[in-house]
């Protein structure tokens, strides 16, 4: 749904964004992480053919970014971080309007202004000034605007920035359930759990570049090394073990053992085989918690180290 090849924006002297590349496909949501400046923003702008790489390509939906931008613009929904709503329409006002912006007939545009209204809860208040609109119903509402023609792609800039927990949680729910075998949808976002509770695919963007990009356990085999499994015990236990190929001691305490293990999936039930032989007193055997926050912290430590000069 998505390909972008060495993408590159240059303003004056300095590179905004740097030889990007990335594949998303249908179906996936994926996540640009990144500190203020690193780029998703400029990204996001040139996969919407708003503005023009410097060099590299894009395509989205199929459509060249530079060569056929009015296809390209017609195939993606966008929810700006200042998502400009007219505060003096009502909602039902607001999505006819952009209704028209798009070119829909009056029926189409009807059915799919009272059908979005309904699925975003936002049917009872249709009527209503959007001023009167608390901040999560505000968002639910250009969240719909980007919705209203039915694109293949929709683009999210930091679609829960400065909502409070309850207004959040509500449009990350609205997110997830957009997801669909025929949509594709990119999110930049600051926010890492709700990056790890949505995405499918997570790049993370440092000056201009692309650090690291894959699916969440790709990142983190990549940037975190083995697995590390806790065996529970019901009590103390001093046997020893034959260790599978790939496993390696963590720390060994009363009533727990970690290990370290590099392909779980063939590993893990040699290990467990062993430990009950050898009459260990398993209680569970689980997987310590690897989040995206260890990743990002780690790939951001690596790229800010201090590099020395080369002579």
């Known amino acids: 749904m998505i390909e972008v090849h060495n993408l590159s924006k240059q303003f004056d002297n300095f590179w905004a964004v740097e030889d990007v590349s990335l594949t998303v496909q249908p179906g996936q949501i994926l996540a640009i992480l990144g500190q203020n400046g690193a780029g998703k923003t400029t990204t996001v702008r040139m996969l919407t053919a708003l503005l023009t790489p410097t060099r590299g390509w894009a395509r989205v939906n199929g459509y060249d970014i530079v060569t056929q931008g009015d296809k390209v613009r017609a195939s993606v929904g966008v ?5 400009g709503l007219y505060m003096r329409m009502s909602g039902v006002e607001y999505l006819d309007f952009f209704g028209e912006m798009y070119g829909l007939q009056d029926s189409r545009k009807i059915n799919t202004r009272d059908r979005l209204l309904e699925y975003f809860g ?3 208040a249709a009527r209503r000034r959007i001023g009167e609109y608390s901040k999560g119903m505000k968002q639910k509402l250009a969240l719909a605007r980007a919705l ?3 694109p293949p792609v929709l683009l999210l800039d930091e679609p829960t920035s400065a909502m409070d927990p309850e207004s959040a949680r509500l449009v990350r729910d609205q997110i997830a ?3 669909s075998s025929r949509r594709t949808i990119i999110i ?3 926010n890492l759990a709700e990056a790890e509770a949505l995405a499918d695919v997570v790049a993370v963007m440092y000056r201009g570049r692309v650090l690291i990009s894959g699916t969440l356990n790709e990142l983190k085999d990549a940037t975190l090394g083995a697995r590390e499994y806790v065996v529970t015990l019901a009590g103390e236990w001093h046997g020893s073990l034959d260790l599978p190929s790939g496993v390696s001691w963590g720390t060994r305490d009363p009533g727990q053992i970690r290990f370290r293990v590099d392909a779980p999936a063939t590993a893990n039930p040699i290990l467990v085989r062993e430990l009950v032989k050898r ?3 398993v209680v569970s055997i689980q997987e310590s918690p690897r989040s995206l926050e260890q990743v990002y912290l780690t790939v951001m430590a690596e790229a800010q180290k201090p590099r020395g000069k080369s002579r």
């Open 279 to 281: 009459e260990a007193p």
């Open 79 to 83: 929810l700006t971080e200042q998502h």
């Open 177 to 179: 359930n957009l997801r």
């Open 122 to 124: 936002l049917a009872e």
């Open 148 to 150: 209203m023609h039915e």
């Open 188 to 190: 930049c976002t600051h």
